[in-house]
């Protein structure tokens, strides 16, 4: 059972332009959403997340915003670069009442080329 | 540099060849994980560790072994591998100690590991 999904398994920008990556997911029950770039023969890395209490989160040129009614998130780049090309990783954690570390859980993935 | 090390980069290996990847990371996390990538099904916990001489199993742990006896190391072994575990694996970590509910759980991955078993 996928409980964190991505459809677009890829999204082509021009240059400038923003870019939007969806993610939707079906468990009410998780704390806080991720977002992970990866780049060829490298693992993920950590890009941008929002708390379930939040509604929007904003880093310089990345935004992810949040629809709880919806189960839905997204994250804009805006304006997107040649160097955003890569794939994004939502992912989402539902955090132990101990508060430590708990388990990732990955959407599938959308592979973003921001073209010339 | 803070990382996450895994070797090897890449493996071919047959059928029934015991094989163990190294997971090494400096930065005194006390979580440590590892996750298998394949196609149209995103990133999966096979097995994790709060802390040293503390596993416990993912989501996918079948054929797969771990262990977590120095802080810094977690190796995943599989005893005999089968095709059905050719994949892109990945190890992670993070802290679980006095930093923030969100600083916990943002794991730090390392660069991957490409197994194909023939």
């Known amino acids: 059972d996928q409980q964190v999904k991505q459809n677009s398994p890829s999204l082509s920008v021009q240059e400038g332009r923003i870019s939007i990556l969806n993610c939707d997911y079906t468990?009410?029950?998780?704390?806080?959403f991720l977002w992970y770039k990866k780049y060829p023969a490298e693992g993920p890395t950590f890009l941008i997340s929002?708390?379930?209490?939040?509604d929007k989160n904003e880093d310089g040129r990345f935004t992810v915003f949040l629809n709880k009614s919806a189960k839905h998130l997204s994250l804009h780049i805006v304006p997107s670069q040649p160097g955003d090309s890569a794939v994004y990783f939502c992912a989402a954690i539902r955090v132990r009442k101990t508060g430590t570390a708990s388990k990732l859980t990955f959407g599938t993935g959308t592979r973003l080329q921001v073209t010339l | 540099e803070a990382q996450v090390t895994q070797n090897p980069r890449y493996l071919i290996t047959v059928t029934g060849k015991k094989l163990t990847v190294t997971c090494s990371q400096n930065?005194?996390?006390?979580?440590m994980s590892w996750y298998r990538q394949d196609p149209g099904l995103g990133l999966r916990q096979i097995y994790y560790?709060?802390?040293?001489?503390?596993?416990d199993k993912g989501d996918v742990p079948e054929g797969y072994k771990v262990s977590r006896k120095e802080k810094r190391n977690f190796p995943l072994i599989l005893e005999s591998p089968s095709p059905n575990q050719t994949s892109l694996y990945f190890c992670?970590?993070?802290?679980?100690?006095?930093?923030?509910?969100?600083?916990?759980?943002?794991?730090?991955f390392g660069a991957g590991t490409r197994l194909s078993v023939l």
């Open positions: 929002i708390s379930s209490i939040k």
């Open positions: 560790s709060m802390n040293v001489e503390v596993t």
């Open positions: 930065m005194n996390h006390e979580y």
């Open positions: 468990n009410s029950m998780f704390d806080y």
């Open positions: 992670a970590s993070s802290s679980s100690g006095t930093s923030g509910i969100l600083a916990k759980n943002i794991q730090y």
